[in-house]
């Protein structure tokens, strides 16, 4: 089946601290991967994605590559902010018969203190 | 601006009542979907649409219903059968022809007392 497994959170970092949030997942042919973003209170917003192995995406300081022999998708930054605390979704997308099917982790939640 | 909006943002029913929560965009995207996030999981896709007056199940279809009579909008009803409908419900659209991003709403918060 299609599956994704997050990283277990709550993550709680300092400021300026490095940033990992792993990523696996299993899928049945070729997925795209997304990192969507969630603040509180409000809706997912895109924040990176990649369509195809070795691809790399990035945004705002966040990088994740798309590594088919570890069937990952690592979510990273070098130096994190206050404003990155939100909830982080990793997520695979295929078609389906004909349709587009997100399949999400269960969300890993970062604090980061001043 | 482009998007998508959901109304209301909080919403209180009482049990056994039906509720409909809005989904509107002006993306002029052909699909939308309806997603329910519950604390600490991710989210599961309720149903969907690509095209107008047409609509398929998703994982969790039961206890929900959906119309799809304009392209630019998809609302979904909470029926009294959906046993556990409190939830943050999450709207979201984009174009086909292989994979297109998703772009979501705000959210509605529903709270079945």
């Known amino acids: 089946g299609n599956s994704v497994t997050q990283m277990e959170g709550p993550v709680t970092l300092s400021e300026e601290a490095f940033l990992t949030i792993n990523c696996t997942y299993t899928?049945?042919?070729?997925?795209?991967l997304f990192w969507y973003v969630q603040y509180p209170g409000e809706g997912l917003q895109l924040l990176l994605k990649?369509?195809?192995?070795?691809d790399k995406g990035s945004n705002k300081g966040f990088e994740a590559t798309y590594r088919k022999e570890t069937t990952s998708f690592h979510l990273e930054k070098g130096s994190v902010q206050v404003s990155d605390s939100a909830v982080y979704f990793c997520a695979l997308g295929l078609i389906i018969q004909g349709a587009q099917k997100l399949v999400f982790g269960q969300g890993t939640r970062l604090t980061i203190n001043p | 601006d482009g998007g998508i909006t959901q109304s209301p943002k909080y919403l209180f029913r009482k049990e056994g009542q039906n509720v409909t929560l809005s989904c509107e965009q002006n993306?002029?995207?052909?699909?939308m979907y309806w997603y329910r996030q519950d604390p600490g999981q991710g989210l599961r896709l309720i149903y969907y649409s690509q095209i107008v007056n047409d609509f398929q199940k998703g994982d969790i279809a039961e206890g929900y219903s959906v119309s799809r009579e304009k392209k630019e909008s998809f609302p979904l009803t909470v029926t009294s059968a959906q046993k556990n409908p409190t939830a943050f419900y999450l709207c979201a659209s984009s174009n086909l022809g292989g994979w297109d991003t998703q772009y979501f709403g705000p959210g509605t918060r529903l709270t079945v007392l």
């Open positions: 899928a049945t042919g070729y997925p795209s």
């Open positions: 990649a369509t195809k192995a070795d």
């Open positions: 993306l002029n995207h052909d699909a």
